[in-house]
């Protein structure tokens, strides 16, 4: 059947709560799990696509998804990886997604080599705004972590990014200890003339981490130790219930944002789900609970099955995550950024 054929269903003004109060208005969902890199702390190297291209989602799929979840009042999506970029006819499931009532706000997490080619295609099909993955500003260095990346075209995407006016750009960096944390202050300097949020994201103890996690992980309270040795930072009010806490050095053109996973949770604040490329929806990242969507996914007659499911889910989103340095078992290409 032809996208834009799929029936469009009403959306009502509801609110989708989990037990704890928390309104669930955002989904980061996974279109694919390939990836043009093999990042260090993501994929490892010696590993090939876990998943079958007959498990991956349709985009028919997908789209039937985001409709009953848009009825429940999800309003933000995300789409994920992998790399989203390398799925084939993504620019057509950005305008189908944007079509449907009730989605404000529909952004992208990509590492940026692709956009050169399709920032504007995508500004065009309706995609809000990028986050875009950048470990290094050092060439050789981001070739190490990312397997061979080229810096090059990560740097041509973001100015792509920017003449498609895909803004506000948000860089996400992982500082990892002796292996790019010097580059921290290299990368908070970048506001002070671009308007950009550069975003630091605390390492996450995956399984291809493993035991290193606790002598690689620079916390949050380090990162902004070191930030305030360049320049007071200043609170900055972006959002009422991001991940991030957002600082802004004295009449800087953009801002910095700390995001503190394990060390200082915000999961009292937690508004998102993640659906994975095979149809899985996941209440909380590091929860092992998920819920099979997939054989809902493919007939318009279960909608109202599929919005029990993701009710269902909302329920089981705990509290709080549990995560610690010891534990390492997930595996960030396979859930979705």
Known sequence: MPLSHLPVWKVTPVQLCDTYGRVIDYIRIS??????????YCTPTNSASPYDSAEVMT???ILRFVRAASELGVKKIRITGGEPLMRRGLPGLITEIKAIGGI???SLTTNGIMLPEYAQKLASAGLNRVNISLDSLLPQRYAQITGGGNLKKVTDG??????AALTPIKLNMVPMRGINDDEIESFARMTLTQDIHVR????????????QYK???INSSEIHQRLQQISPLYPVKIRLNGPARYYRFESAAGVIGIISAITCHFCQDCNRMRLTAIGKLKPCLFSNKLIDLKPYLTDDSSIEQLKELIRTATELKPRGHNITATDSTLAMSQIGG
């Open 59 to 61: 985009f028919e799929e």
């Open 215 to 217: 002598e690689m992980l």
């Open 31 to 40: 279109i694919t799990d390939r990836c043009s890199l093999r990042c260090m």
């Open 158 to 163: 973001i100015q792509a990014a920017k003449d």
């Open 104 to 106: 404000f706000d529909l």
């Open 200 to 211: 630091f994201i605390e390492l996450m103890p995956t399984a291809v981490i493993g035991r």
